[in-house]
Every structure is written in structure tokens, then in C-alpha cells.
């Protein structure tokens, strides 16, 4: 029944579905070397304590993307699974600085996953747009040269987020960047409020100017923060199989997603980095165990927080 809902993914970065087999055929075919001995050996690091010690793994796997074909490879890879998992249209993340920080070229990158993203909707019958998203760990400067060069590239893109680790890095750090974004007609999301305080949800919104929160569950401490985001109806993409994994919430059984819903707030089912995470986004619907009647719900919310035309998400509804 989950698969058959049509739904919105809001929320995966694309470098986060590269699955352990893929890494090791990358490494071979592109001659880097790893420190695992198997796939085995490479699943079983899968267990993490926190953001960052996610966040190590994922950067060092990252270093088997060398060439547009292996960009590509992932971008296809993902959206033959999303298809499997109902998912009619993925607003996707990319981390260009990942990948500039250590020698590749943006053109490498953003060709690669922008050739696969722009053939989707004929490819997979998935509608696709491009959140290109800052590491919020590097500097400003960082950032903004990043923006300037995914401009000029000319690569069709939706909007600018914000990732990697948060605690210490607060949204205010980039309002410059997301200033400019906006004005260069970009829509805006910023990943806040998963390790990080509630402060950085409400800085996320009054000084980046956010649409969209991603993650966004320690929310819940604050009740005028919750009130302000019911309010505004303003989406939270959350992810409740990460959460688990990061140690966010202790098991499924306790996420806070059920009285987030009971708040009022408009929100949305994702699955982050599935390939890491145990589960895509059809796996993180079901692993909530909640009747059909808010699954129905939570799909529907997963369309409507999206950034498609109100014709194209009455097409979908
Ligand atoms: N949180 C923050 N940054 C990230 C994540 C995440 O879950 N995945 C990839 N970059
Ligand atoms: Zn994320």
C-alpha cells in the first residue's frame, strides 16, 4: 500500500545512497584505495553514534566519485529505486564542496547528475529539481564562491540548502549566501534542529529566510516555535530512520513524528542517506507503524511541501 501512494521526496542527498557494492566497484573501477577488505567488512562501519561520526564515512566513500559517468551512475541508480518506492518527484541535495574540496571539478559533478536529473520525468517518470547544498563546516567564503559557480554553470537548479555538521554552525553564519541565492530566484531550505538547538531553527527562518526546515524534530522544545511553525504551515522534511540511526531518538517506537502531526505541523516522510541509514523512503513510511489513514496524510504533505506549481501538485494529490 506505501508504494502505491504517490509521494514527494524532499529530503536525500544523493551521495547518500551510494550503497557499500557501488562504493567498492567505484574504488576499483577509478583505483582508490579504501581501507575495507570487503563489503562486509565496509557494512559493518555502519553504526553510527552521532552526526559527525556518520558524516566521516560518508565524506571518505565520497572520495570513489571521480568521473561524470560515476555521478551519473548514482543519480540513475537512486531514481530507479525511488520509482520502486512511489516516488513521483525528488527535490535531491548535492554536496558540490564535497567533491570541489578534494580536486574534482563542479563541471564533473553537476554534468553528471544534472544529465540524469534533467532526462527523469522521461527516464523514470520522476519530475526532479537540484538543491545544491553548502557544508555549513567550511567557511562563508566557501559557500558563496560555491553559489557563484553553480550560477554560471548554467545546470537547471531549484534551490540552495544547508548540511553536513551543524553544532557550532549556526544558520546565522550564511545569511549573505542565502541572501544572494534568493535573489537569484533560488528556493531555500536549511537542514536545523536535528542536533542542533531550537535557536538555530528560528535563525534558519528570521535570517536565512528558510521554506522549508529539514529535520527540525528538537523544534518540539520550544513551544512558541512550534506555534510559529504550525502557523506558517511551513514544511518539516523529517527522517525518522536517520534519526535512529544518529541516536537523535532512541528507537522508532519513540520518534516524535506522531505528536509533531498532533502540533499541527506540516510534515513530511524522508530518508535522508538511505544507503546508510537501513532503508529508503518507503522503508521510512513503513518503519513508522502508523495506520493507513496518516500515511495517506503524510504523503499528501510530501507533495504539498514541494516546490511544484499548485497545477502540478493538484496532478499528483
Ligand atoms: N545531516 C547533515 N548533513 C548531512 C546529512 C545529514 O543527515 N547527510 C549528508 N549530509
Ligand atoms: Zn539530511
Redesign the pocket.
Known sequence: MIRQLPKAELHL?LE?TLEPETILKLADRNRIRLPYADVDDLASRYDFND?QSF?DL?YANIATLQTPEDFAEMTSAYLARAVVAGVRHAEVFLDPQAHTSRGVPLEVVLDGVGSVLAASQRRFGVSTGLIVSILRDHSAESAMSTLDAVLASGVAVLGIGL??A?VGHPPSKFVDVFAKARAEGLHTVA?AG?EGPPSYVWEALDLLKVERIDHGIRSLEDDELVRRLADEQIPLTVCPL?NVRLRVVPDISQHPLPTMLERGLLVTVNS??PAYFGGYVDDSYEALGLPAETLHTLAANSIRASFLSDAQKSALL
Open positions: 542527498h547518500g552526526l558524516l560518508y548540511d553536513s551543524e537542514h536535528e536517520s535522508d542517506d
